[in-house]
T-cell receptor
Framework: GNSVTQMEGPVTLSEEAFLTINCTYT??????LFWYVQYPGEGLQLLLK?????DKGSNKGFEATYRKETTSFHLEKGSVQVSDSAVYFC???????????????FGSGTQLTVLP | NAGVTQTPKFRVLKTGQSMTLLCAQD?????MYWYRQDPGMGLRLIHY???????AKGEVPDGYNVSRLNKREFSLRLESAAPSQTSVYFC?????????????FGPGTRLTVL
């Protein structure tokens, strides 16, 4: 079956530090990959996505590259801000799954706290 | 646009009680989903709907019933709540089930079953 493994948290960084959150996956087909962000007290929001190998998703200074050879989709940001404090979820949608709805499989989430 | 809304925001139940969570979206989306979020486990799909009048089981459907009331509304019902159903419940919707269609999430309902 499909699975997503994320770097365990919590992660605490100082403002302007470099961020990496590791994500690896197992899938039976050719998945699309996503990073979602959950700010305190809110629902999840799509941060970025990549739909095929070597694609790079980017948004708000965050980037992630779909690496098929290492089955990874690591999230990076060059300089984090206090406002980036949130929980980050890696997820996949497997295009080989049957039926008309592509179910999302989520990682366990990584709590990021950025200190001023 | 309100996006995806959920009611209630918080609820405490006793074991054996029933309740219905309601989700509504104003984006004219066909697909709607119910997830539960538990510490250290990410989100898991309970049930989903691919259109008005349809429902289908997700990864963890046992103990839950759903109803797609109309295109806008999707309800989740716990007939006899158990402590194992203590969780945060999220509703989501998407234009279709294709990979490139983003799922939009509501703010969640925090449910505690004593």
């Amino acid at each position: 079956g499909n699975s997503v493994t994320q770097m365990e948290g919590p992660v605490t960084l100082s403002e302007e530090a470099f961020l990496t959150i590791n994500c690896t996956y197992t899938a039976t087909g050719y998945p699309s990959l996503f990073w979602y962000v959950q700010y305190p007290g809110e629902g999840l929001q799509l941060l970025l996505k990549a739909t095929k190998a070597d694609d790079k998703g980017s948004n708000k200074g965050f980037e992630a590259t779909y690496r098929k050879e290492t089955t990874s989709f690591h999230l990076e940001k060059g300089s984090v801000q206090v406002s980036d404090s949130a929980v980050y979820f890696c997820a996949l949608s497997d295009s080989s799954s049957s039926g008309s709805a592509r179910q999302l499989t989520f990682g366990s989430g990584t709590q990021l706290t950025v200190l001023p | 646009n309100a996006g995806v809304t959920q009611t209630p925001k918080f609820r405490v139940l006793k074991t054996g009680q029933s309740m219905t969570l309601l989700c509504a979206q104003d984006m004219n989306h066909e697909y709607m989903y119910w997830y539960r979020q538990d510490p250290g486990m990410g989100l898991r799909l309970i049930h989903y709907s691919v259109g008005e009048g349809t429902t289908a089981k997700g990864e963890v459907p046992d103990g839950y019933n759903v109803s797609r009331l109309n295109k806008r509304e999707f309800s989740l019902r716990l007939e006899s709540a158990a402590p194992s159903q203590t969780s945060v419940y999220f509703c989501a919707s998407s234009l279709s089930g294709r990979d490139y269609n983003e799922q939009f999430f509501g703010p969640g309902t925090r449910l505690t079953v004593l």
